[in-house]
């Protein structure tokens, strides 16, 4: 089955520190990821489709200047929380969309939850 | 727009039943449904195309009533491993479309 890889799991850091979250898919190619969060108790929010090689489309609300997302080959996308604050304490999981141009199930990846002292 | 899911939360005796809704007000292309559990990723359990089908997977089923835009996701003889969040997740166009999630429905199956 496909898998998603998403690293690291777990991260603890202060205010102010960048934090970069990688997602890869182990084996397919994925032209789209996507990267949510998702605060606890709550549901999952989608907050930017990846494309490889193009501009990420972020959704509204979401900063694109704090939330810096790079897809640079078919099976790596990561997320970097820039100056991170408490408030962006989350879960935040990455899914990979194989695109055979039929709906298929997102695979997502096992997810990062970011504290932020 | 966030497909709307019923109940919010369901507390079940192990082997009992259980349905759960995912209504939207749009046209969809798709319904995938997942199970969460806490602090894991989703898990994948199943989608459902647009065309009213009806799909298995063990004694977790569901349907998608596309003239409705209703999807009903069926859990019978529950056991414990069921217990979790059930999202579910909705397209309105083929291919690599991005998933809107409901905001899910807690199952409890106790023994």
């Known amino acids: 089955g496909a898998v998603v890889s998403q690293h690291p799991s777990w991260v603890i850091c202060k205010s102010g520190t960048s934090v970069k979250i990688e997602c890869r898919s182990l084996d397919f190619q994925a032209t789209t990821m996507f990267w949510y969060r998702q605060f606890p108790k709550q549901s999952l929010m989608l907050m930017a489709t990846s494309n490889e090689g193009s501009k990420a489309t972020y959704e509204q609300g979401v900063e694109k200047d704090k939330f810096l997302i790079n897809h640079a080959s078919l099976t790596l996308s990561t997320l970097t929380v820039t100056s991170a604050h408490p408030e962006d304490s989350s879960f935040y999981i990455c899914s990979a969309d194989p695109a055979s141009g039929v709906a298929q199930p997102q695979h997502f990846g096992d997810g990062t939850r970011l504290s932020i002292l | 727009q966030q497909p709307v899911q019923s109940p919010q939360a369901v507390i079940l005796r192990e082997g009992e039943d259980a349905v759960i809704n995912c209504s939207s007000s749009?046209?969809?292309?798709?319904v995938h449904w997942y199970r969460q559990k806490h602090g894991e990723a989703p898990v994948f359990l199943m989608i459902l195309l647009k065309g009213g089908e009806q799909k298995g997977h063990e004694k977790i089923s569901a349907s998608f009533n596309e003239k409705k835009q209703q999807s009903s996701l069926y859990l019978t003889a529950s056991q414990l491993s069921y217990s979790g969040t059930y999202f579910c997740g909705t397209a309105s166009q083929g291919g690599s479309e991005k998933l809107v999630f409901g905001k899910g429905t807690k199952l409890t199956v106790n023994p």
């Open positions: 749009k046209a969809l292309y798709s």
